[in-house]
């Protein structure tokens, strides 16, 4: 592996190559990083979502599997990508839930997360495609204003493409099997200031059987195999 360098000190000398090979272990691992790195955004990706609907022991979860698509929106994925890894999602609770329409989460459980994740706004994607039965998009409050809150769409709601909700990711096999027995017995009612302000101590007081997220976890990027690095 050859780095070049230039001589500062002659403004006129040439780049000459340095033989550094105490840097190629490095250097080597540097490349592989970034490659994967690409690969998360720019290639579709799985993960999978372990939860409790609620009324089950904190033993008896449901899983449902997502494929995140990255040339559908790409902030969007790169977003989910950093929520899952920074474990935003744990215990994160499904707050809002309307039938036929959509499953609304996202807000972290702790206060400090939530406050803290509320700041880091993201830019729109532009819509490439619709919110249809079982597309995952993230929440807005207006332009340009997606933080971690998303929504599985219950329903063909395409009436929302128009407004700014573009998908980033889409529920895989007989997984909306599962989502559609996420618990919706408080519909809307849980308060999303209080949420924010409070965590899951005002949920878990207030609405002691709303469905959560238990887990994500992501599997390896496309075409490379962790384990190799």
Not at 59 to 74: G, K, Y
Not at 75 to 87: C, I, L, N, Q
Not at 221 to 227: Q, R, V
């Amino acid at each position: 592996f050859w780095l070049k360098t230039r001589i500062l000190s002659d403004p006129f000398a040439e780049s000459k190559p340095l033989n550094c090979p105490a840097l190629v272990p490095t250097m080597m691992l540097l490349w592989a990083l970034s490659s994967v790195a690409s690969v998360w955004a720019s290639e579709p990706w799985d993960a999978t979502f372990s939860i409790n609907l609620g009324s089950q022991a904190a033993s008896e979860l449901e899983t449902f599997t997502i494929r995140v698509h990255p040339e559908w929106a790409p902030t969007g994925a790169t977003r989910f990508k950093e929520m899952v890894d920074a474990g935003v999602l744990k215990d994160a609770r499904f707050f809002r839930v309307v039938p036929n329409f959509m499953v609304q989460f996202g807000i972290p459980a702790s206060p400090e997360t939530a406050a803290e994740w509320r700041s880091k706004v993201i830019q729109d994607d532009p819509v490439v495609q619709s919110n249809v039965r079982g597309k995952l998009s993230f929440a807005t409050s207006g332009p340009n204003s997606r933080t971690t809150q998303m929504f599985i769409n219950f329903g063909n709601n395409a009436f929302l493409d128009s407004q700014g909700f573009s998908p980033f990711a889409e529920v895989l096999g007989d997984g909306m099997s599962v989502v559609d027995r996420i618990q919706s017995k408080y519909r809307e009612q849980p308060d999303q200031g209080q949420i924010q302000s409070s965590g899951n101590t005002y949920l878990t007081s207030n609405f002691p059987e709303l469905s959560f997220v238990s887990e994500v976890v992501v599997g390896d990027a496309p075409g490379h195999d962790s384990s190799s690095l």
